[in-house]
């Protein structure tokens, strides 16, 4: 895969992203969310891109949050969340996007995240540096924490973790868009309480080129091999930095 | 103040965010939040607002977020934040925007809210309906919560509340937006722990319309007239539909 498949991917996602925003915000005024009326546009863009996809790669597996499962003992394996964040996009808020991610052998490999109202795509390449748009991007490096710094947190943060963290939390509603905002060094950590390998796939490859990492709250390793099947996470993770991750673990803990 | 000046208003709001996405994201690739670079949007926002406002409307006062401190104690107060949501936009992230409130003996009249981002403008008229751009909105109506449900939460909540809602948080990092998506009915509620008169005097006009209010965490009344002076909020504060605000009562406290 040379720079030129990785423009490709990027073009899918924003392709992707497009129609996605074709659906946003067509309810307005009503009060209660149409799921259903999500899942159209979730299956449309997983549809175009599964297409895409085999497409051009018909030698690789791919598995997406909308029920594709397609050879994934393949050496190169696509997981896909179609609209990563769909509670927000239902609920008009803007932090929604397309995590297009690469695994070898059950690893992290590439990723192109695209997040359309704000016409940001986040990608890596071959060579291991993460990017946002055409800038290079790299998690905030070992320092102490400041009070204006913030860690991304899931949306069940009050009933399930205490945080002793001395900066600030914010729940973004979309676990693709929280991996890349500590990827460009913009949140110090962020805490992933569930997920599946569609949700973490991109977002993980991104970060590791930007020089983070992720580890489990107990302390260990996180193994995507484990998660090819569509389970989830088996504990919540942090992802950052390796220092801030073993800092943040040291005041978060599941209550 | 009739329809077309409201019109005026809301074209003054658009213009100020046309002024802040220039700024926004020049930073890409800092590691660090350039405070004083925001400063200068913000100021130069706020000078271009006070400069219309004062023109049209001679016989007003208008108390501003960047120093603006003129004629307080006139009928019409406005209170302006030429960008609420300072830290988010800083961060790179999507949700921030331009509040624009008209109090009248310092009570919540008038409000203009608009985020560039989503092109999205909250507003309410004189007749006391509220609207997203030109829909219709109100606050969800009293039922059961659901998990899907979610209330706006500020991102100090780690260390300072105690919650036991059944449904989702999410830290939005502008309060104006918080209370927009309360009052077009996403939002069940919001807290808002730490707020000046110029954070919340448009939102509050716009959730008034929709059907809804305000109550202190201890059950007290919000009265905004305490306010005009640039102190901040005497408690945290619930907003939402009257039931819902009291059944959030129930469930949070400061820790």
Redesign the interface.
């Known amino acids: 895969m040379n720079d030129s498949d990785l423009e490709e991917v990027r073009s899918w996602a924003r392709e992707a992203g497009a129609i996605a925003r074709q659906y946003f915000n067509n309810v ?2 009503q ?1 209660k ?1 149409d799921r259903s009326w999500v899942t159209e546009a979730d299956l449309r863009i997983e549809r175009m891109l599964v297409e895409r996809i085999s497409a051009r790669y018909p030698q690789h597996g791919i598995i997406g949050e909308e029920l594709t499962h397609h050879e994934i003992g393949r050496e190169f394996l696509w997981a896909l969340d179609p609209l990563d964040g769909t ?2 996009f239902v ?5 929604w996007g397309v995590s297009l991610g690469l695994l070898r052998q059950g690893l992290p490999y590439l990723g192109v995240i695209y ?1 359309p ?2 016409n ?1 795509c986040y990608w890596c390449d071959i060579a291991g540096a993460a990017f ?2 055409e ?4 998690v ?2 070992p320092r102490e924490w400041e009070s ?1 710094d ?1 860690i991304a ?1 899931p ?5 399930r ?1 205490a ?3 001395a900066g ?6 979309c676990i693709a868009a929280s991996l890349c ?1 500590v990827a ?4 110090v950590g962020a805490l992933i309480s569930r997920a599946a390998i569609w949700d973490i796939a991109a977002g993980m490859a991104i970060l590791s080129a930007a020089g983070g990492g992720a580890i489990g709250l107990s302390g260990q390793a996180l193994d995507t091999t484990t998660m090819l099947g569509g389970g989830g996470l088996p504990e919540p993770i942090l992802i950052g930095a390796p220092t801030h991750v073993q800092a943040l673990r040291a005041v978060i803990q599941l209550r």
Chains 1, 2 share one sequence.
Do not use: M, Q, T
């Open positions: 307005v005024g009060r969310a509670g927000a609920a008009g808020l803007p932090l997040l109202l704000l940001d946002l748009n800038h290079p991007i790299s905030i490096e204006e913030w947190v949306s069940n943060i009050h009933r973790f945080i002793e963290f600030k939390v914010r729940s973004l509603g905002y460009r060094g913009n949140a």
